[in-house]
């Protein structure tokens, strides 16, 4: 076990991939002033979608684009906040562990899948075996 790794005095498991990927912090009034930022592009994008139809026909066929750039516009400024960085670097940690998996190969995972299918549809099998059986001794008595 790395040296960085291991449980906090919280029972957390930290590993040693978020050491190296730590997050710079910026100031409060910054932090705050980008979210606010952020929030403003979403509702002038919000209004601005609203209000398509007051602004022309022609405009409203460019809505969804739009409203994909601006979303993508705060997401990049809200990405520069302090959560916004603590994320990312989250991100880049688990992408990193994420390597360190060793994945099925194919054809484990081919082998795995058919057994799974062939398991469905004999449980499938047997439940409609119930409800025909269900179905015969309800009309029996039913007459």
Same mark, same amino acid.
Not at 13 to 23: C, H, N, P, R, Y
Not at 53 to 78: E, K, Q
Not at 107 to 123: D, G, L, R, Y
């Given at each position: 076990?790395?040296?960085?790794? @291991? !449980?906090?005095?919280?029972?957390?498991?930290?590993? @040693?991939?978020?050491?190296?990927?730590?997050?710079?912090?910026?100031?409060?009034?910054?932090? #705050?002033?980008?979210?606010?930022?952020?929030?403003?592009?979403? +509702?002038? @994008? =919000?209004?601005?979608? #609203?209000?398509?139809?007051?602004?022309?026909?022609?405009?409203?066929?460019?809505?969804?684009?739009?409203?994909?750039?601006? +979303?993508?516009?705060? =997401?990049?400024?809200?990405? !520069?906040?302090?959560? @916004?960085?603590?994320?990312?670097? *989250?991100?880049?940690?688990?992408? !990193?562990?994420?390597?360190? =998996?060793?994945?099925?190969?194919?054809?484990?995972? #081919?082998?795995?899948?058919?057994?799974?299918?062939? =398991?469905?549809?004999? *449980?499938?099998?047997?439940?409609?075996? *119930?409800?025909?059986? !269900?179905?015969?001794?309800?009309?029996?008595?039913?007459?």
């Amino acid at each position: 076990m790395k040296k960085n790794q @291991g !449980f906090n005095n919280n029972k957390v498991w930290i590993s @040693g991939a978020t050491k190296t990927t730590e997050a710079k912090k910026i100031s409060k009034s910054s932090n #705050m002033l980008l979210w606010l930022a952020a929030t403003a592009i979403i +509702v002038l @994008g =919000v209004a601005i979608t #609203m209000y398509s139809d007051v602004l022309g026909a022609s405009y409203s066929t460019y809505n969804t684009s739009l409203a994909v750039i601006i +979303v993508l516009l705060a =997401v990049v400024v809200a990405r !520069f906040t302090n959560q @916004g960085r603590r994320f990312w670097a *989250f991100f880049q940690a688990s992408r !990193f562990e994420l390597a360190k =998996v060793v994945w099925p190969t194919r054809k484990e995972t #081919m082998t795995i899948s058919a057994m799974v299918i062939v =398991v469905v549809m004999i *449980f499938a099998l047997i439940i409609s075996l *119930f409800g025909v059986i !269900f179905e015969n001794f309800i009309q029996y008595f039913l007459g």
